[in-house]
């Protein structure tokens, strides 16, 4: 508590509140300073000084290893349709059940500053305070991703980054590791098409990628995955538009998401969900645990359930967007992980990062902060600012009566058994047939295709030449036409080859979208 007995936050903009130090304590000038006569050196005993610049030397928390860049608001989601058959999640019981939310938006594999407009997938996360705890989906603006197989996430994450000798970006790691491990081609069709820089973050979808589960009262589950379709339409910018806006404005998508609410246009987006029960799983033609294949919609059609709106931006961002903490693993009764590898992995690593980035604690920041939250045996640590449970005792007492509420778990449902083994999925050919059915769906709005063969052939120009050939013969798996016209306007267009660095004689410099 500071002067007036308020929390230091609580200050509005029309209240002049006394500026102290840190400790509270007045300060009449806050550009004075202590020092031995008017030349002399600087006195040690000086804490206002002294408190500001340790504080500012301290400012920057590590920066999110991936999903690094990103703006965020508030709002709600509304249930519109009646789902009580396929689920017992609480916050989607009635139709017209309001929930609190906060989403964030971001790129992936940039820095902190780098353009909202690069090349890349989109972060897509929403935390809903439900009356029985966060929940979290963690989700991206495409259905699929680049791998299925978890360990290769830091793998194929460090060939997004910068070449470990010269710093830049590089195309030759990017092709590289793409072209060998081709089980990515569905994610790269996406990523290559005009979606793959998408207008703002308000004309983009968001996809759950991974299967969950949602159990039922009578104890039997399905697998499902969640769709938000952008009520705004989906709109995108070509590369050479993309290009310009990372030169001209590299935070369009924040400024284009916070004027947007702050002008009352507030951007919502309709959830629908795709259902299938363990039996249909079992017999269904793709691997419903593979995160580079989506449920074709005609086989598994979209059930509208929802609506997600964006209505208030944060006061703060530090406080309410950079640290704000997503997980896959904050489930709330009636939703479960799958077996998907990489959904399993994130349910580790999520966490982790935050008690990295935010400390132990990082729960108890106000933005992650469960509506009632209760566990006496999570004590002490770093920052631990909620009062600690106080007086309750850290373990369990006879001495203190608590509730606990029966959980259906349907963990009866799945019995797993085996041999522990290594295991990697092989690529086979079933991994273009989803590439070659999106390839298809960009043939039906013209233009699409074309700009798909520039928009790749702009990038990978800068590659070298085996990656490039190897990268050719990756598009003919999709289709024949479509690796002999990329191959045609990459070697048309590459410009000549330039020595950037020892061992990367034909590396040249990523370009600035990607
Ligand atoms: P459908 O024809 O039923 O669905 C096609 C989907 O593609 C629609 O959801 C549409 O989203 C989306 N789409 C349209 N244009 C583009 C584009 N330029 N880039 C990316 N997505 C686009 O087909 P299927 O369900 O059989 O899927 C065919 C292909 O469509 C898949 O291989 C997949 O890559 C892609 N797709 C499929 C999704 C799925 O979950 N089944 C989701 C998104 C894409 P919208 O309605 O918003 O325009």
Partial sequence: ???????????????????????????????????????????????????????????????????????????????????????????????????????????????????????????????????????????????VFFLRDPTKFPLFIHTQKRNPQTNLKDATMFWDYLSTHQESIHQVMHLFSDRGTPYSYRHMNGYSGNTHKWTKPDGTFNYVQVHLKTDQGNKTFTNEEAGKMAAENPDWNTQDLFDSIQNKEYPSWTVCVQVLSPEQAEKFRWNIFDLTKVWPQKDVPLRPFGKLTLNKNVENYFAEIEQVAFSPSHLVPGVEPSADPVLQSRLFSYPDTHRHRLGVNYQQIPVNAPLRAFNPYHRDGAMAVNGNYGANPNYPSSYRSMTYKPVKASQQHEKWAGAAVSYLFEVTPEDFVQAKALWDVLGRTPGQQDNFISNVAGHLGAAKKDTRERTYEMFSNVDKELGASIKKATESDAPAPTSQAAGQAESRQFPQTV
């Fill in 1 to 143: 508590m500071v002067a007036d007995d308020k929390p230091a936050s609580t200050f509005k903009y029309s209240e002049k509140p006394v500026y102290t130090t840190s400790n509270g304590c007045p300060v009449e000038n806050p550009e004075e300073y202590q020092r031995v006569g008017q030349n002399g050196p600087l006195l040690l005993q000086d804490f206002h000084l002294i408190d500001l610049l340790a504080h500012f030397d301290r400012e920057r928390i590590p920066e999110r290893v991936v999903h690094a860049k990103g703006a965020g608001a508030y709002g709600e989601f509304e249930v519109t349709h009646d789902i009580s058959d396929i689920t017992e999640i609480d916050m989607l019981s009635n139709v017209g059940k309001k929930t609190s939310a906060i989403a964030r938006f971001s790129t992936v594999g940039g820095e902190k500053g780098s353009p909202d407009t690069a090349r890349d997938p989109r972060g897509f996360s929403v935390k809903f305070y439900t009356e029985e705890g966060n929940w979290d989906w963690v989700y991206n603006n495409t259905p």
